[in-house]
């Protein structure tokens, strides 16, 4: 038997501490090896990525890092202790779940007893039919429902029939109105009474929003029903939340993490004046709040954007004199903006990482957008893997069972406190300009949005945020997927963006003439030298055109300049070839492949390598960086495919 020294054993004893410069200078080597002469700070700084909000993500993250003064404190600034700000990140790690800034969670037990609440989203006209989507998601693991009334959903008087069978007593119900918001709410709480449920037993969200109707749709709305309806609800429902704070309207007019939490403070705030207006004491205004946040595959924002929200709302009920009401009761919903029409079955992959991130961030409901969303109705096999990704989460890989898991990550809680500022900074500038219905009216908010929005377009064009199936390893040989269309969606207000819409735009070109010709336009790629020269960059060149639609063809595997015009001529191209190679090979043999594929017919000879590579022989360059969407319009009006 092995007997430990009375000190224990410690594995790291004989290991002297390395020292954050001992870890830049590994850095440097590792850098200096891949032709790069960077130093100290600029050899981190070459590891780091820069987000939206002015953030940058770091390599490496230690205490000292996150113990660092990064913003103002006091009444100005986000929830801390006096002073410091950042100090809110560093006493994180001592916080508990359920004390206010609520960084840690809302509630003290988490979500660690029942899991999150699985929220299905319904969708259809036909009250039949979504009954039958209701019955079969609540006994197949859905915890909640969440319901499209009114315009573009259920009529409103077709409520009871798709909730019969639903025990209204156990299974809570979300509604989401629009215009028609008091309608649908006074037909639910009708059908409760007429069914017999204690008020004390019914849950529910009764949505209503105006100013995020506004923002979708441009037409205002009288707040006024939305206050009487919290007033019922505070008096009759205490379960019932009357108002739901929206964020997806800013999320999906392109806003960044940063903006979506200001624009939802902004909303909630607005609310509190109105609900207190309305003769609302301060904390029966925060017990009538929702709020809804986007859950995107981006794990790590996604989680801290949960986190972020709950201690700017803490922060906020603190300035109003209720910190202790300032729990934050949120429902994520997989963000619709990353969803690809194009190999949508690369959605699950998006929407399971989102609900891990959404659930690890303490939401309290989640709801998983089925893979086909963004292609009309969901079938019966895509409802029944969203509600199925929540289950695996928590029943399987057990991800409720400890509260915040992610707390006490120096990352983490960096990334928190740098987003709960800029979030707070955009929020006090929709405050200066007269608060959010002020700011909508005015344009401020779709012109934020929409600079934002250009950014990221930008980097979607030149695939630095890359879109699995769509604009990198596309799939031209997919079946497409064909479902029922779905109701039309509210417009008039901010635009619904989509990451894949440019792409998307070129496929559809491609797709078009495909039907009308029956092929798609192709570029011949001419690889030159053994396969260890040209492999990578033809695998680079083949995605890039794919993702536009065109077919590349690559036949035979490698040609030379006694070889090329005859592969070309055979390729079947449309007037464009693409040189593929080591810029070794270049210097020997670009410019008499690009005029043998010249005499051949080609109008348009591209390189795959920066500009300037191998002198004349090419008209154009692709290369990691480009603008993949300019080059591939350009490509396909030369090749006369019509837009």
């Given at each position: 038997?092995t007997?430990l020294?009375?000190?224990g054993l ?9 020292t ?10 590792v850098?200096r090896?891949?032709?790069?002469e960077v130093?100290g700070?600029a050899a ?8 939206e909000d ?9 205490a000292?890092a ?5 913003g ?5 600034g986000?929830p801390?202790?006096p002073g410091s700000?950042a100090?809110?990140?560093s ?10 800034p ?7 037990e988490?979500n660690?007893a029942?899991g ?9 006209t036909d009250?039949?039919r979504?009954n039958e989507?209701?019955l079969?998601d609540?006994?197949n693991g ?6 499209t009334?009114?315009?573009g959903g ?7 029939r798709?909730l019969?069978?639903v ?6 119900v979300?509604?989401d109105?629009?215009?028609e ?6 037909a639910?709480?009708?059908l ?5 449920v204690?008020?004390?037993a019914?849950?529910a969200?009764?949505?209503?929003d ?5 923002a979708?749709?441009?037409e ?6 939305a206050?009487e309806?919290?007033?019922t609800?505070?008096?009759d ?10 964020a997806?309207?800013?999320?999906e007019a392109?806003g960044?993490?940063g ?10 705030v ?5 609900l207190?207006?309305g003769g609302?004491?301060?904390e029966?205004?925060l017990g ?8 995107t595959?981006?794990q790590?924002?996604?989680i801290a ?12 009920a603190?300035?109003?004199?209720a ?10 919903v ?5 969803m690809?029409?194009r ?7 998006r929407t ?5 991130a959404?659930?690890v ?11 086909d969303?963004?292609l009309?109705l ?9 509600r ?21 990550s120096?990352?983490?809680e960096q ?9 707070w900074?955009f929020?006090?500038t929709?405050e ?8 909508l009216r005015s ?6 949005l929409?600079a934002?929005?250009?950014?990221r377009s ?6 630095r ?6 604009s990198?390893?596309p799939l031209l040989s997919e079946k497409p997927?064909?479902?029922?269309p ?9 635009p619904r963006?989509?990451?894949d819409e440019?792409y998307?735009a070129?496929r559809a070109r ?6 009308a010709t029956?092929a798609r336009?192709r ?24 993702s536009?639609g065109?077919?590349p ?6 040609v030379d300049?006694q070889s090329a ?15 593929c ?7 020997e043999?670009?410019?008499a ?12 000879v591209?390189l795959a390598?920066?500009p300037?590579?191998?002198?004349q022989?090419a008209?154009e360059y692709?290369f ?5 969407v300019?080059v591939l319009?350009s490509?396909l009006d030369r ?5």
């Amino acid at each position: 038997m092995t007997v430990l020294p009375d000190d224990g054993l410690s594995l790291a004893a004989e290991f002297p501490d390395a020292t954050h410069e001992q870890w830049q200078r590994l850095v440097e080597g590792v850098l200096r090896k891949s032709g790069k002469e960077v130093s100290g700070e600029a050899a981190e700084d070459a590891l780091s990525t820069k987000l939206e909000d002015g953030l940058t993500t770091r390599p490496l993250y230690t205490a000292p890092a996150t113990a660092e003064d990064t913003g103002p404190g006091g009444d100005e600034g986000v929830p801390g202790s006096p002073g410091s700000a950042a100090s809110a990140a560093s006493s994180a790690f001592a916080a508990f779940p359920g004390f206010a800034p609520f960084v840690r969670g809302g509630r003290p037990e988490g979500n660690a007893a029942t899991g999150w609440d699985v929220r299905q989203r319904l969708l259809g006209t036909d009250p039949v039919r979504v009954n039958e989507a209701v019955l079969a998601d609540l006994e197949n693991g859905v915890t909640s429902l969440w319901l499209t009334v009114g315009a573009g959903g259920l009529p409103v008087d077709a409520l009871p029939r798709a909730l019969a069978g639903v025990y209204l007593d156990l299974a809570p119900v979300s509604l989401d109105a629009g215009a028609e918001y008091a309608d649908a709410a006074r037909a639910l709480l009708r059908l409760y009474a007429e069914r017999e449920v204690a008020p004390s037993a019914a849950r529910a969200s009764l949505g209503a929003d105006p100013l995020g109707h506004e923002a979708r749709t441009g037409e205002r709305l009288d707040p006024a029903e939305a206050v009487e309806l919290a007033r019922t609800a505070a008096a009759d429902w205490p379960g019932v939340r009357a108002l739901t704070a929206d964020a997806l309207p800013y999320h999906e007019a392109g806003g960044s993490a940063g903006q979506e939490l200001g624009l939802s403070l902004a909303t909630g705030v607005a609310y509190l004046r109105a609900l207190t207006e309305g003769g609302l004491g301060i904390e029966a205004a925060l017990g009538q709040l929702e709020f809804r946040y986007a859950a995107t595959a981006d794990q790590f924002l996604t989680i801290a954007k949960f986190r972020a929200a709950r201690r700017l709302w803490a922060r906020v009920a603190e300035a109003c004199g209720a910190t202790e009401a300032g729990a934050q009761h949120q429902h994520a919903v997989t963000s619709p903006v990353m969803m690809t029409r194009r190999d949508p079955w690369v959605n699950m992959l998006r929407t399971t990482v989102a609900c891990m991130a959404a659930g690890v961030g303490g939401a309290d409901s989640v709801t998983v957008l089925p893979f086909d969303h963004e292609l009309g109705l969901p079938d019966a096999f895509a409802r029944r893997i969203a509600r199925n990704t929540s289950t695996i989460l928590l029943e399987e890989s057990h991800l409720a069972r400890v509260i915040d898991p992610a707390g006490g990550s120096y990352y983490v809680e960096q990334l928190t406190d740098e987003l709960a500022h800029a979030a707070w900074e955009f929020f006090q500038t929709i405050e200066k300009s007269g608060g959010l219905a002020a700011a909508l009216r005015s344009g401020l908010v779709a012109d934020r949005l929409a600079a934002t929005w250009a950014e990221r377009s930008a980097k979607l064009a030149k695939r630095r945020e890359p879109i699995t199936g769509v604009s990198e390893f596309p799939l031209l040989s997919e079946k497409p997927v064909v479902r029922e269309p779905a109701p039309p969606l509210p417009t008039g207000g901010l635009p619904r963006v989509r990451r894949d819409e440019a792409y998307e735009a070129l496929r559809a070109r491609s797709d078009a003439h495909l039907a009308a010709t029956g092929a798609r336009p192709r570029i011949f790629l001419a690889a030159l030298g053994p396969a260890a020269a040209h492999t990578a960059r033809a695998t680079f060149t083949s995605n890039l055109f794919q993702s536009g639609g065109v077919t590349p063809v690559h036949d035979p595997v490698s040609v030379d300049p006694q070889s090329a015009a005859a592969a070309y001529a055979a390729s079947g191209a449309d007037g464009m070839a693409v040189l593929c190679s080591s810029d070794a090979l270049y210097e020997e043999q670009a410019e008499a492949v690009s005029a043998a594929l010249r005499a051949a017919g080609a109008t348009t000879v591209f390189l795959a390598g920066r500009p300037g590579t191998a002198g004349q022989a090419a008209d154009e360059y692709v290369f990691a960086g480009c603008d993949a969407v300019a080059v591939l319009s350009s490509v396909l009006d030369r090749m006369g495919v019509a837009s």
